[in-house]
Nanobody, 118 residues
């Protein structure tokens, strides 16, 4: 079992910045990729950014150039630096951890609210 604890959400004005953190504990050896998803009211959960244990990253087109995902393997923690925030970034952000692709299983954090005002 893996537990994920998120922090760093809040309310910010458009153009501002936030940094989200997600600390993993439990069966850490089973984790391969980690990432951040978000879900706005009435919309499906979508991938924001992902990172593998080797450091390969991918981003949603809507956040490229503004968000940066990073990972500290020694601390079992993943971060999402969010700059130039827009009102459309408003959502609940969820941390995700995934086991290797030959036996995939997703673990989820409880979610942290990010609200961007205009």
């Amino acid at each position: 079992q893996v537990q994920l604890v998120e922090s760093g959400g809040g309310l910010v004005r458009a153009g501002g910045s936030l940094r989200l953190s997600c600390a993993a504990s439990g069966s850490i050896f089973s984790i391969d990729a980690m990432g951040w998803y978000r879900q706005a009211p009435g919309k499906q959960r979508e991938l924001v950014a992902g990172i593998t244990s080797g450091g390969n990253t991918n981003y949603a087109d809507s956040v490229k150039g503004r968000f940066t995902i990073s990972r500290d393997n020694a601390k079992n923690t993943v971060y999402l630096q969010m700059n130039s925030l827009k009102p459309e970034d408003t959502a609940v952000y969820y941390c995700n951890a995934r086991t290797p692709e030959y036996a995939p299983y997703d673990y989820w954090g409880q979610g942290t609210q990010v609200t961007v005002s205009s």
